[in-house]
């Protein structure tokens, strides 16, 4: 079977869509992936969509909270709005048989009802609940069940809502020409009825049984292949404990968070930091670094997280997802998407500590990095995560879904290629 892949075209998406990808080559599928340039040495399709995001990166970055909600979402909708339009002729032209489509990209499966082919949704970031029995993922809101919690819920998907039936005036009209007819209430209209998945572990979502019967909690897409090589000096590491932080590769546009997290650092002369800054800033605007920081812009992630103690995060999944397969604890500073909802996610299970932008100080800072080190608590708890994330497997079970839901017989598929 050939399945085209749509998905943001940055770091947090590609890594753990690009994993999957490989994962269904390895059971013997095609695999493409559509608006790409880069899909890390797997088959891709470019289209001017993709700079619709890509262009507006340095404005992105530099946002916070609902601005950047809504700006994004701008864009967003302007995507989709194109791909819907391009994407029948692409799917056709590359005899696709089915999509898998990132639920970011929002109604881009419009296109496979146009054609009448299945398509898989699948959450890199959190995934949404509109039910309101939990809190939609872009609150930082705690899980509670009483009544006045699951009104607040309700009340804040009411509020999404709205800005995506504010945005989507464009894709409502080809929608309409295409004789689709959609309730614009209620996002999970066109949910995949084959199946819905998220890479976030049962284990680490809040406890509630209310999910549509397609929607499937599997773990985190790791593989720790695809990854561009990364220069790193690895002879700096002074073997005392390593706090390892970034602010991913989206909202990272602010130096004085950076600043902020050095500042922490530097009263610590018993740590040692390495600070990934992405690609917005030059290390040097950061003022000089204290001996005990390294700071570059692009660190090879899954390896320091192995040396590390503890993770200063945006609370973006990816990140916090590749923490706690290592069983690091974390400190959470979320600045906007879905990160407040995994930040709430890290308080719930007690994984780590949460703050926000407009509590961090370095003297803040210090305080949460001393209470994460010394409460061994935090770590314990980022352990059984770690071994419940081992357990979930989570690109076989994502493969396994997907096939079963498609019907899929493993009798009826190609032996793997080997590399010779």
């Known amino acids: 079977m050939k399945f085209g892949f749509v998905c943001p075209q940055v770091p947090g998406h590609l890594n753990p869509l690009t994993a999957l990808a490989r994962h269904l080559q390895m059971r013997g599928h095609d695999v493409v992936f559509l608006y790409s340039s880069d899909a890390a040495?797997?088959?891709?399709?470019?289209?001017?969509?993709e700079r619709i995001i890509s262009d507006n990166r340095a404005e992105m970055s530099k946002k916070q909270g609902d601005e950047a909600l809504k700006f994004s979402m701008g864009l967003i909708m302007s995507q989709s709005e194109a791909m819907i339009k391009s994407l029948p002729g692409i799917v056709r032209s590359n005899q696709i048989d089915a999509l898998i489509v990132d639920c970011v990209n929002f109604y881009v499966e419009f296109a496979a009802l146009q054609l009448g082919i299945p398509y898989i949704h699948v959450s890199a970031a959190a995934h949404f609940d509109y039910s309101g029995r939990t809190p939609l993922t872009f609150y930082g809101w705690p899980h509670e069940t009483n009544a006045a919690a699951l009104a607040r819920n309700r009340d804040?998907?009411?509020?999404?809502?709205?800005?995506?039936?504010?945005?989507?005036?464009?894709?409502?009209?080809?929608?309409?020409?295409?004789?689709?007819?959609?309730d614009w209430d209620n996002p999970h209209a066109t949910l995949s009825p084959w199946a819905s998945i998220s890479q976030v572990p049962k284990a680490f979502d809040f406890e509630t049984s209310h999910w549509?019967?397609?929607?499937?909690?599997?773990?985190?897409?790791?593989?720790?292949?695809?990854?561009?090589?990364?220069?790193?000096?690895?002879?700096?590491?002074?073997g005392?404990?390593?706090?390892?932080?970034?602010?991913?590769?989206?909202?990272?546009?602010?130096?004085?968070?950076?600043?902020?997290?050095?500042?922490?650092?530097?009263?610590?002369?018993?740590?040692?930091?390495?600070?990934?800054?992405?690609?917005?800033?030059?290390?040097?605007?950061?003022?000089p670094a204290p001996k005990n920081a390294i700071v570059i812009n692009r660190a090879p992630q899954l390896d320091v997280l192995k040396r590390a103690s503890v993770c200063i995060t945006h609370s973006g999944l990816n990140t916090v997802l590749e923490s706690l397969a290592q069983g690091v604890p974390q400190v959470a500073i979320p600045v906007a998407y879905d990160q407040p909802g995994v930040a709430a996610r890290i308080a719930y299970h007690r994984t780590g500590v949460v703050t926000s932008l407009d509590k961090f100080t370095a003297d803040h800072l210090s305080t949460l990095l001393d209470e994460v080190l010394n409460n061994s608590g935090y770590r314990n708890n980022a352990q059984r995560l770690r071994r419940a994330i081992a357990e979930a497997?989570?690109?076989s079970a994502a493969v396994d879904i997907i096939e079963h839901a498609l019907g899929i017989s493993r009798n009826s598929l190609p032996a793997p290629a080997r590399n010779h």
């Open 393 to 395: 497997n989570g690109l």
């Open 240 to 287: 005392e404990p390593l706090i390892y932080a970034s602010m991913g590769t989206i909202l990272n546009g602010r130096a004085d968070v950076f600043r902020t997290i050095i500042a922490a650092l530097a009263t610590h002369k018993d740590l040692q930091l390495v600070l990934s800054i992405g690609d917005q800033l030059d290390p040097r605007q950061l003022g």
């Open 212 to 238: 549509p019967a397609q929607f499937h909690h599997t773990g985190p897409f790791h593989d720790g292949k695809g990854r561009e090589p990364l220069d790193f000096p690895w002879d700096r590491l002074t």
């Open 41 to 49: 040495r797997l088959s891709f399709i470019p289209g001017e969509e």
């Open 156 to 182: 804040g998907a009411a509020k999404f809502i709205q800005l995506l039936n504010e945005t989507n005036g464009g894709i409502k009209a080809q929608a309409d020409a295409a004789g689709l007819k959609i």
